[in-house]
């Protein structure tokens, strides 16, 4: 660190140079900032949802974006996430005091037979910084384990994913048990993993097919608010 650095103080920020200052800090996945920031702000009077929204879910947006135009990569995104998980242990428990509600809730895993999980951690961290709560339940997942965990956590979204042409084909098993039980109306299912595509999606009945994690956080979103939409 140099002197120059040093000398550097967030304090000396006014609010909106200090939540652009963030954006710049997740951006370069800067924990330790963004830890800083976000108590900064929480002294300043901000209200702990603000922070979340406008600092870190702001910032994370610009991170998305870059990811998704190819500016970004694979290590970029998780240092970025990273960082924005420093923040929200800090939001966490102040935001469970204020009863201040995520956008929805996500439960994510990697089908039966396939261990791959970077492509899965990217979308559930994108998730998180779009302001999702979201339950990792990690790989190699039966369609037991999927039901198991949405009787438990009861999320809006279920997410699939798969990195083995051989494994893509348990997702549909697993779309179709939740039809049997007569429970498929009640999830979300987003569907993702190098070899699959939107006509994948389709045939096997998932709501959505998703490109990358930038588009998976956008589209559920989008997913989440129509269907509100429809019932509200």
Sequence with gaps: MTDEDDDFDLNELDDAELV??????????LKD????????????????????????????????VDFR????FVPEVLL????????????????AETGAKPIGK????????DIHDIGKNLVGMMMEGAGFEVIDIGINNSVDEYIEALEQHQPDILGLSALLTTTMPYMKVVIEELVKRNIRQQYI??????????????????????????????????LIDERRGLHA
Excluded at 20 to 29: A, C, K, S, T, V
Excluded at 69 to 72: A, E, P
Excluded at 107 to 112: F, H, L, M, R, S
């Design 189 to 222: 299912v987003m569907v993702g993993g190098a070899p699959l595509n939107e006509e994948f999606g389709q045939a096997i009945g998932a709501d959505a097919y998703c490109r990358d994690a930038a588009e998976a956080a956008d589209l559920a979103t989008r």
């Design 80 to 95: 970025a996430a990273n960082a924005m998980k420093g923040g929200m242990e800090v939001l966490r428990p102040l935001l």
């Design 20 to 29: 652009e200052q963030m954006h710049d800090d997740l951006y370069d996945g």
């Design 106 to 113: 996500m439960v994510i895993g990697t089908v039966k037979g």
């Design 69 to 72: 135009d190819g500016i970004l």
């Design 33 to 64: 900032e963004i830890v800083e920031g976000t108590e900064i702000l929480l002294e300043r009077g901000w209200s702990a949802d603000r922070v979340l929204n406008d600092s870190l879910v702001g910032g994370m947006q610009i991170v998305g």
